[in-house]
């Protein structure tokens, strides 16, 4: 489409959908989990999948916002026009708009946690703090949700004002800004690590696996996390992707975005395993990994407080460069549907999943227990939020990868992907079978965890997906 925006450079693309997958996914959840699953194994699982199924699904997801030239729901309804298929295909838009605007909700309030303890360790009240006072700050933080909204807020607003300045004027120049600050902050965290903590062990814990200790609770984490972290099926990506170059490589693009995204959660990894082992402390902690053992960790050592400050502020420009990627497949869904200007779009976005966020903030604390989620769902507000993401971002990754698959036509994708031919071959296999066997894996495992009342709910839209899938391959067998 003439006159859609374009990035202003060639690499912009690629920083952004950088941004989008460093974050919160890589510094916070991906050391936990591999915790929590005991190490190296984790890492193999995650590897391959990235490899056999993210990558592909990448490509794919970047490709639909390319040809489309516009946001994911009104881009899928173009898409499905011109290549007279179902509308149905529709429901990746709305699946990732959905996704995206549940998801800013409660990493919102997570990235504002970052917000509680980048004040906290820079104003010098947790240096040499005992682990005692460390957990009670915590607890103390998750108790009090005037804080957390707080925090909530300010993170939601900043995030805002970036997207509200518009893709040029804010995204861009923003990410101009913090991405290389990451990468110079996450080597000096790096490199105080392995002054100060025990590199070697976390080495040994990353890179020595025995698949064997791998439960199957553990394959589906290591896959669901590679979706996580490449900010797949979500629209993010295909909403960047509408703005990315014609003429900049699209497989060597999704390669760099993977490996780069990889390599922070290792190194990472790396550097958060080192200070937890050079202090003696417990690597399965779950989700407090970073915001209680971490600190522990940073008590004890030389000049902890500042570097650990410094951490969490790396934490939360990864978190905000993420969260900017959240708001923009609906901001600009609203601006091109409802041609509203991008301050009201990034408005309303904001304020919905704002107000959706409290949701969050109240399940730590006043609504933690027997509220209508937990006689309904059996699970706070908060985890049934975070559950219904996790079905949508597979399923949402599954139908982008059928329809790259089955609809675009050999020649469009031939033409996208710089007429490599075996590489396409590879490619098309890989998003037609085993991209979408790989999610229906992960995806059916997931389904057990869900109440009663979603079965049908969720059968139903797989249906609707099988069938608009089948009329799509009739439709398309026979050109060329
Ligand atoms: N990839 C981000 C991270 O690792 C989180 C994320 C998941 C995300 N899905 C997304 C970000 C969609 C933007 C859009 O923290």
Redesign the pocket.
Known sequence: MSGHNVWTHKGTFLLAAVG??????????FPYLTGENGGGAFILVYALTIFAVGIPILIAEIMLGRTSRQSPIMGMRHLTKTHQTSRAWETIGWLGAA??FL?LSF?SVVAGWSLHYTWQMLSGSLAGADAETINAGFSHLLASPGLMTLYHTLFIALSALIVGLGIHKGIEAGLRIIMPALFVILLVVLGYSVVNGDIGAAARFLFTFNIADLSLEGWLQAMGQS??????G?G??MAYGAYMSSDASLTRTALSVAFV?TAVALVAGLAIFALVFGAGLETGQGPGLMFVTLPMAFAEMPFGALVGGVFFILVLG??LS??I??IEPVAAFLVERFDLTRPQAVTIMVIASWTLGLLTVVSFNVWAEGTIFHALFGRSAFEFIELLTNIF?PLGGLLIALFAGWALTQSEVAKELGGHDTWFRVWRFLVRFIAPAAVAFVFLRTLPQVEGYWIPAIGAVVIVGAFAAGRTFMANSARP
Request: charged share 5%.
């Open positions: 989008s997958a460093v974050g919160l996914g890589n510094l916070w959840r996704s995206a998801i990493y979706f996580f972290t490449l900010s797949l979500m993010a990506i995204d990864a978190a993420s969260s990627s959240l971002m």
